[in-house]
């Protein structure tokens, strides 16, 4: 099982965002320095400002800040509103009704409890928690910033 | 994410020869009574043979049955082996380097943390908890069978 390209980089520009906290970031200045494209990037940014987490600011001197402190941005909530609803982890009875077993199978429901248990791991972080104190993750995305506690 | 259609298909002939511990079960009844292609349940039973599961009998009499008793068959390690190995949910930098910040993302540790937690979940059930005292699924894969514990 894989997260979505589209989870990981609505990850990847949440961490962006968090290490340039301090302005305006561009679409072209994430995709250059995280090797995505700049199509890939235009939808995320959509959701994500969409979902609260970005605020865009259009015009030549715009770009995106986060809408929220990074401590007000949990992993799990984000992970949740980018990968499909409903289960984490779907067998084919979730998926098209397919196996005959879906009305008594109770591996449907392990799978569910298990996926919650998933989540209750990300629940307890925050983007700040991904981000700060991570000298070798400024490294990569801003060898000149310097990320505290925001 | 989903569990791949082998994962499913393994865990459906594991709870069909649990349901029908008492006896050799055949292929072709697996296929017909599970809605699944012959072809696609030859590769599954090869691997569950493999990794102990299953003990397979050749010739005209010959059919399935589990190798061990059912309490001994640990869900979560059914989906381990049959799930890709690593990560239970990959990112990109899991999967090709692609993402830049692999070296110092600290999302891939608490994906993999939370991928722990899913599996300590499915590590507490064992196929005989699929199937014991589930009369609906006996109702669906046998209606004359009866299934206590094993």
Sequence with gaps: MRITKRTNIAFLILMYCAIHHDRLVTKSEIAARCNTSESHLAQVINHLA????????RGRAGGLTLARPMADIGVGEVFRRFEAP????ECLGDIDKSCPL??????????????EAFHAH???LTLADLVCGNPALVDIIAPQACVGKA
């Design 86 to 89: 409903g289960a984490i982890v």
């Design 122 to 124: 990300l629940d307890r």
């Design 50 to 57: 969409q979902f609260g987490y970005l605020r865009t600011q």
């Design 102 to 115: 879906v009305a008594a199978c109770r591996l449907r429901h392990a799978l569910a409890d298990a996926a």
